[in-house]
């Protein structure tokens, strides 16, 4: 999927064991990481070492959307992110 996290982009593959392979824009150049996807309380969890959090899909007029709602572990702050299935 792809997206902007305030200007930045964000691209995610989720893989099938729940890995999730990042690539991040930033002003410096683009920083790849890895998360994990799992499931909790029924409701996706999204884990890095840089943030977690929930992430919901919603069907948008037959797009589907990722909707990730980040907490920042170095400072708390909040984020978010949609991701939209890349073509």
Do not use: C, H
């Amino acid at each position: 999927g792809q997206s902007s996290l305030g200007t930045n982009p964000l691209e995610w593959t989720i893989k099938e064991d729940g890995t999730v392979q990042v690539i991040a824009g930033t002003p410096s150049g683009p920083r790849t990481g890895v998360g994990k996807m799992s499931v909790k309380d029924g409701r996706f969890f999204y884990e890095s070492g840089s943030s977690s959090g929930i992430v919901t899909l919603q069907e948008d007029g037959g797009r589907r959307v990722l909707k990730y709602d980040a907490v920042f572990k170095r400072d708390n702050s909040r984020g978010g992110a949609e991701l939209t299935p890349a073509k």
